[in-house]
């Protein structure tokens, strides 16, 4: 499974402003909402539950906020580097630039938990997050999702 599968390039926001956890977790399933045709209000809740459990904050300024969606027709991403970190309350204390929400069916199972995996794989990758927030070119950072998820092929 490759970031390539899970996300495409207008699903990549390069530059967001968001100036709380809050908003920036609106602004995602509002951008989620248009790629899904799924309601943004039922997206933002379920993100939102998911974080009341724990913060998807994993350090290193780099969140993955996730849910299970009824209605959803597959697994489904949505990637921001922001203007300005924000208050995350990640593992790190650290703020957040990247943000890599991933929504997936319920039935989705061990798929959703792959995805999961994926996505931390990717964003763990010093290199690829150096050149990601290194630009505000949505189709160069799709670019260097899908790259790395070849490169670090499990």
């Avoid at 309601?39 to 539950?49: A, S």
């Avoid at 763990?124 to 070849?150: C, M, P, Q």
Wanted: hydrophobic residues 45%; without cysteine; proline residues 5%.
């Amino acid at each position: 499974m490759d970031l390539s599968d899970l996300i495409e390039a207008s699903a990549v926001m390069p530059a967001l402003k968001a100036n709380s956890k809050k908003q920036l977790l609106q602004l995602l399933a509002e951008k989620a909402a248009s790629i899904t045709g799924l309601p943004e209000r039922e997206i933002f809740d379920t993100i939102l539950q998911r974080e009341r459990l724990g913060s998807t904050g994993v350090g290193n300024g780099i969140a993955i906020p996730h849910g299970k969606l009824p209605g959803i027709a597959k697994i489904t991403g949505v990637f921001a580097r922001l203007d300005h970190p924000v208050e995350f309350e990640a593992l790190d204390d650290q703020p957040v630039d990247l943000v890599f929400l991933l929504l997936a069916p319920e039935s989705a199972g061990a798929d959703h938990l792959k995805a999961l995996s994926r996505t931390a794989r990717v964003l763990r990758d010093g290199e690829t997050v150096a050149k990601i927030r290194g630009t505000t070119d949505a189709s160069a950072i799709h670019a260097f999702l899908a790259e790395s998820a070849t490169t670090n092929a499990a």
